[in-house]
């Protein structure tokens, strides 16, 4: 399945959700998951290095990808209620770009997170070209069609 052929449950869930994993392996060629900010714009998942601190100039994730730039994102919304259970995974190519050689994902990003619009990230720009996407829900719940993070009652 390609990213224009997810049901529209799917396409809220990438909408709505505010974090996803991105999967992609390290300079050792073992598994790395890390937790990001993400937007779906002209076709792609976009995501940015921001000024948060960081270890080292360029972040080992830029690094990482720019030599294998395979990647998997996942989002999910978990509930104990099982019938709310879902998940839309993507795989395919990234590539990394200067701030202002992406505003449509730049302004995907900052009309969905607040920081972003306040202040434009340092950058660079994660494009995600999908080139499959997999997806699954828990039937038979009118639950698992609201993406709302609800907290567990006390």
């Known amino acids: 399945m ?8 799917a ?12 999967g992609f392996v390290d300079e050792n060629d073992l598994p790395r998951v890390l937790p990001v900010t993400f937007a779906l714009a002209g076709g792609a998942i976009w995501s940015a290095i921001d000024d948060k601190p960081k270890r080292t100039p360029e972040p080992a ?12 994102l996942c989002v999910d919304v ?5 019938d709310a259970l879902a998940w839309v995974q993507l795989l395919g190519t990234v590539e990394w770009l200067p701030i202002e050689g992406g505003s449509e994902g730049l302004e995907a990003l900052a009309a969905k997170y607040a920081p972003y619009a306040e ?17 699954w829900r828990a039937s038979g719940s009118p639950r698992a069609r609201t993406f709302r993070h609800t907290p567990p009652s006390s």
């Open 78 to 82: 978990y509930s104990d209620d099982w």
């Open 2 to 9: 390609t990213l224009e052929q997810l049901p529209g449950w």
């Open 61 to 72: 994730r830029v690094r990482m990808l720019r030599r294998r730039p395979e990647a998997a």
């Open 11 to 22: 396409l809220d869930l990438l909408a709505g959700e505010r974090v996803a994993r991105l």
């Open 119 to 135: 202040r434009t990230p340092p950058g660079p720009l994660m494009r995600l070209a999908v080139e499959r996407a997999y997806c």
